[in-house]
């Protein structure tokens, strides 16, 4: 089970997370428990790091903002002991959990579950920090932003468990962000190939990395509420839980060719202008931003109209612009631009689904569409399950409403 900030946000409502780890112990489940920060609390802690210093140490980041988990294990353990439950927390580094040493972004190399298992024969509950781990040198290390999901699947994987719950404040994973389309509709199921595009393209309800886990290990996982009534009738469904299942493709019956909307805020777009136009040109300009840990996304190169010079355009999150911009300055006798142009400010719309694979139109679809409105479209970029569409933030929500009906993707 692992419950979100929201979840937590206060003594209350660890009170009502308590009640639901209650149900499953007293349903006879041996129960690992992984708790999120107290909402607000990690923002907190990193704006502090931010505003001691701008340029600190990734490791004493680490130690900070790995203390909101800290608090609230300590917290879910008391208030089970209070409500007879035996139950302890663990920090990541009392269980093992690894991480390689990427501190800020660690990714788990390891988790040794023996001693929780070894607990779970005395009946005792395993209340687990998430998003942290301990680092080969041997320093708390954090798993990147909403990283107690991949902590509970990760933990899930290690003790073999039946089912990995993510309560949260939502009731399963919605055909895009119910915050910003009330016409959202809950899925019953999702494949993980979905799920792993929704996710990696903003659909913040899980981390990337649980899912690609959940993937791998082949994890059940579902997406449920913290906030439905812990003894409502079929809260404890062993098979059947309220909520999302992410699964593999083949156990879902009907598959939309649309399942989803994601969006992401915050992107950039540079343009570099009348770049050379010879072999060696994109390593140039990719190979140092990759250097300097600026993830570049959609990449647009103009042909050349002279066989001289082209423009190339591409998108970075916005908090790196600064970053790429003098890096890319530093390229300039390599790659012979004549310009930077940088705009930020801009959300990239998606649309995700399976059903993409087999059927034409789609994509034509999206453009017909945001012509209407209209909202200009700045990039695009496509795989075999999703179209990604670059256009102005302040867009967002209307786009993606409008795309959400379009696709029949609205609730009735
Ligand atoms: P937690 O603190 O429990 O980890 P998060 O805030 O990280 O919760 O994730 C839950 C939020 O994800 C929801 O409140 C919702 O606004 C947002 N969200 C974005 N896209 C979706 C989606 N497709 N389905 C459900 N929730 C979504
Ligand atoms: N508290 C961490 C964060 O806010 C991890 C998490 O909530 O999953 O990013
Ligand atoms: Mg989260």
Avoid at 180 to 195: C, D, L, Q, T
Avoid at 222 to 251: H, K, Q, W, Y
Avoid at 275 to 280: E, K
Wanted: proline share 3%; charged share 25%; with cysteine.
């Amino acid at each position: 089970m692992k419950f979100g900030g929201t979840s937590v946000a206060d003594i209350d409502r660890i009170r009502n997370v308590a009640r639901h780890v209650k149900r499953e112990v007293d349903a006879g489940h041996e129960v690992a428990v992984v708790v999120s920060a107290m909402a607000g609390k990690t923002n907190e802690l990193v704006a502090w790091c931010r505003e001691a210093s701008a340029m600190h140490d990734a490791r004493e980041y680490d130690t900070i903002v790995a203390s909101g988990e800290q608090v609230t294990a300590g917290l879910l353990a008391i208030v089970l002991q209070s409500m007879d439950v035996n139950a302890r927390s663990w920090l990541g580094w009392q269980i093992p959990l690894k991480t390689d040493s990427a501190h800020g972004a660690a990714r788990i190399t390891d988790i040794d579950g023996s001693d929780i298992v070894r607990r779970f024969g005395e009946g005792q509950v395993a209340v687990v920090a998430g998003f942290q781990g301990i680092a080969p040198d041997n320093r708390i290390a954090t798993l990147g932003r909403g990283g107690s999901d991949t902590s509970a699947v990760a933990l899930a994987a290690a003790l073999n468990a039946d089912r990995c719950d993510i309560y949260t404040d939502v009731d399963g994973v919605y055909t895009t962000d119910p915050r910003i389309a009330p016409k959202a509709r809950r899925m019953n199921k999702i494949a993980f190939e979905e799920m792993l595009e929704m996710a990696s393209l903003g659909a913040k309800v899980l981390q990337v990395r649980s899912v690609e886990l959940a993937m791998v290990h082949k994890v059940r996982t579902f997406v449920r509420s913290s906030f439905d009534d812990p003894d409502a009738p079929g809260m404890d469904d062993f098979d059947n839980p309220p909520g999302t299942l992410i699964c593999d493709e083949d156990e879902i019956m009907e598959q939309e060719v649309v399942t989803g909307i994601a969006y992401s805020k915050d992107e950039a777009q540079i343009s570099l202008r009348r770049v050379a136009d010879r072999p060696g040109v994109a390593a140039a300009i990719f190979g140092p931003l990759a250097d300097a840990g600026v993830n570049v996304d959609m990449i647009v190169q103009n042909i050349s109209e002279s066989g001289q010079s082209t423009d190339m355009t591409f998108t970075v999150p916005a908090g790196d612009l600064a970053k790429a911009v003098d890096v890319l300055e530093k390229t300039r006798n390599e790659t012979g631009f004549d310009a930077i142009q940088s705009e930020a400010g801009l959300t990239k719309v998606s649309v995700i689904g399976i059903g993409m694979r087999s059927h034409t139109g789609v994509a034509a679809t999206a453009f017909k569409e945001l012509a209407q409105i209209p909202v200009n479209i700045r990039a695009i970029t496509t795989s075999e399950i999703k179209i990604s569409i670059l256009i102005d933030s302040d867009f967002t929500e209307l786009a993606v409403r409008r795309l959400h009906s379009r696709y029949g993707l609205d609730k009735v």
